[in-house]
């Protein structure tokens, strides 16, 4: 029995319809894509019910005549001329003029089309592919597309749709994405009758940002950047304290299109290590010139992902920014009245109705300008002598007790006290900083072992201490013995079931070294530690510092004093190495709130 069937031309139109039309979401895109393509100014996008009911995309643009507006319809269909290296082809290649003929094949189109010097526009209605009208018709100059009920003449692939409400948040992503990409074209996005978005379209990006995310977000923007000969980056990113749980907020825009590259991804985890928790993302917009031949245009292009032909040099320049940008940058989170006292905040609700908000004039002034950011420094962070902590540097250890005392008087803050054997409470001019002692302390003994660590110097003899391990043991001790070695450990075998630690890491006081041996045993023993080496090594570290720092109380005045300093010269004062907050700040004018005494 023959099993092979050739397919009708009906059936083939399903097939392609379905690779081109995934979703609603991809239907917009199409749509907007080709508004933008028609020079529109103004693009407005409208749906309901997740689009599966009804998109209506309408533009401004040059509008098609009447035998365009039918041709339009047609397979391999197009206007556009393409060269294969040129980035901005790479998503379009794909599609060679099928958008319109896949979109119309899998639901009932309206077009309603006017060109600039046309008495009379085109009216033509589709469904499922076949021309039902074609008629003149009033309309303005550009080109209106309204697409009814998505997969309705193929049931199957209606079922893979999710809710409506997933399927509008794909869509409100993806006109996040191309107003930040098209800043010099003004959207209106109307989402269930409800007026959601619009964006000016006078080519700020800032304003474009501020209306989409919220002036919270666009408060605790950092902008960066980076030029060379042939590529030139413009990133704004946010304070680690926004992160998000997924990479969404993470997004990059190659000469002016919406792609995806691991690489990207990659270096701003590097950046942020120990800076937010893990498995949390930074918010960060990047935009990035570049020679189109730089760019690897062999990838699939409906998934957006691309390659760099230098991803090493990419990876640098990216880290690099971030890092150059977050230096210079006071990264205290501010606790205020309004945003529930929440330090790391999960901004889920970046991209619902409530987030999209008409400019303010007042909250332009925040947006700082690279030159800004890099002036004000730490400004804020610590107290004066942060900037004169070079000083300090320079000073030999005998002078180091007369400059302090020094210091005390001049001294612009002032130590109140400990709150809860935890907290440090700090005053200074309007703003009271919070310290968690036990993160603060982490932090600074991360950072110090992390530096002797590389100096191979971190360890002391100690009286033998007996341990008992299990079967399988010493194989997984002598597979790891390198990395234990350079921590500081040494260690012999006692018998088939014990070893004897004779030197621990000089961090570690006696009483913990025992029990972070054993500790780190387990943790090797489960598999718990990434494969990575450089990761393994941290791991392990961090572990040391959290079993030293447990062991720390209440401190005295002169303990916290020290903490301070120590604190002030780490590279990374916001965060312990797992990412959460070391310091706080609440602005006295924030409790005034509280107190109503200012409204
Ligand atoms: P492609 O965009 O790859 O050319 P499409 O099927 O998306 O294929 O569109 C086919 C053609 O229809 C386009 O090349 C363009 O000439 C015309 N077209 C589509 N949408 C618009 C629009 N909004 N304004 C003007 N012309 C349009
Ligand atoms: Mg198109």
Redesign the pocket.
């Known amino acids: 029995m023959n099993k092979i069937i050739l397919l009708d031309e009906k059936m083939i139109s399903k097939i392609s319809a379905g690779e081109v039309v995934e979703r609603p979401a991809s239907i917009v895109k199409?749509l907007v894509e080709?508004?933008i393509?028609?020079s529109s100014k103004n693009i407005s996008i409208e749906i309901t019910n997740g689009g599966i009911s009804y998109i209506k995309v309408l533009?401004d643009?040059?509008?098609?005549s009447a035998v365009?507006a039918i041709l339009?319809f047609g397979r391999h269909?197009?206007?556009?001329i393409k060269t294969v290296d040129d980035l901005y082809n790479i998503e379009?290649l794909g599609?060679?003029?099928?958008?319109?003929?896949s979109i119309s094949a899998i639901s009932k189109v309206t077009l309603k089309t006017k060109e600039e010097n046309e008495l009379y526009g085109t009216l033509i209605k589709i469904d499922g592919g076949k021309i039902k009208e074609k008629n003149k018709c009033g309309c303005e100059k550009g080109?209106a597309i309204e697409v009814y009920d998505i997969f309705y003449n193929t049931p199957a692939r209606r079922k893979f749709l999710k809710r409506p409400s997933t399927e509008s948040t794909y869509i409100t992503n993806l006109v996040s994405k191309m107003c930040l990409s098209h800043p010099n074209i003004s959207f209106k996005y109307i989402k269930d009758k409800k007026l959601e978005l619009v964006t000016s379209g006078d080519g700020n990006i800032n304003d474009v940002i501020l209306r989409l995310f919220g002036k919270d977000l666009y408060s605790s923007l950092i902008f960066a950047n980076y030029e060379s000969e042939y590529i030139k980056v413009n990133m704004y990113l946010c304070k680690p304290s926004f992160n998000k749980s997924n990479r969404n907020m993470q997004m990059l825009f190659v000469n002016g299109r919406y792609v995806k590259n691991k690489v990207y991804n990659i270096a701003i985890d590097e950046a942020y290590k120990t800076l937010i928790p893990r498995n949390r993302y930074p918010i960060i917009i990047t935009y990035l010139q570049i020679s189109p031949k730089q760019v690897d245009v062999n990838v699939h292009p409906s998934k957006m992902e691309i390659k760099f032909s230098n991803e090493k040099e990419i990876f640098e320049i990216i880290y690099k920014t971030i890092k150059k940008g977050l230096a210079k940058t006071n990264l205290i989170p501010e606790v205020k009245s309004k945003n529930n006292f929440s330090v790391t905040m999960e901004k889920e609700d970046i991209n619902n109705g409530e987030q999209t908000k008409i400019i303010h004039s007042e909250y332009m002034n925040y947006f700082p300008s690279s030159k800004d950011s890099i002036k004000s420094g730490n400004k804020d962070l610590l107290p004066q002598e942060v900037y004169e902590r070079e000083n300090v540097d320079v000073l030999k250890s005998g002078d180091y007790e007369i400059y302090e005392k020094n210091i005390n008087k001049n001294r612009d803050y002032k130590i109140v006290g400990t709150l809860f054997s935890t907290y440090i409470i700090i005053e200074r001019k309007d703003a009271i900083y919070i310290i968690d002692q036990h993160a603060a302390h982490e932090r600074i003994l991360y950072e110090k072992y992390m530096s002797e660590y590389n100096k191979v110097q971190g360890k002391q003899t100690t009286i033998p201490i007996l341990i008992n391990i299990e079967p399988g043991d010493m194989e997984i001790l002598s597979e790891n013995e390198n990395i234990l070695r350079k921590l500081g450990y040494k260690y012999e075998c006692f018998g088939d079931n014990s070893i004897i630690l004779r030197e621990v890491p000089i961090i570690l006081g006696q009483p913990e070294s025992r029990q972070l041996f054993i500790d780190i045993i387990d943790r090797l023993r489960d598999n718990n530690f990434s494969h990575n080496i450089n990761l393994k090594e941290e791991n392990i570290i961090m572990m040391a510092c959290k079993s030293a720092v447990k062991a720390m109380d209440s401190l005295s005045d002169d303990e916290i004093y020290q903490l301070f300093n120590d604190l002030k010269i780490t590279e990374s004062p916001y965060t312990c190495p797992h990412g959460r907050p070391v310091i706080i700040s609440i602005k006295k004018y924030e409790l005034e709130k509280m107190f109503k005494r200012v409204m």
């Open positions: 199409e080709n508004s393509d028609a533009d643009g040059i509008g098609m365009d339009a269909a197009t206007s556009k379009t599609f060679r003029g099928e958008a319109l003929a080109t």
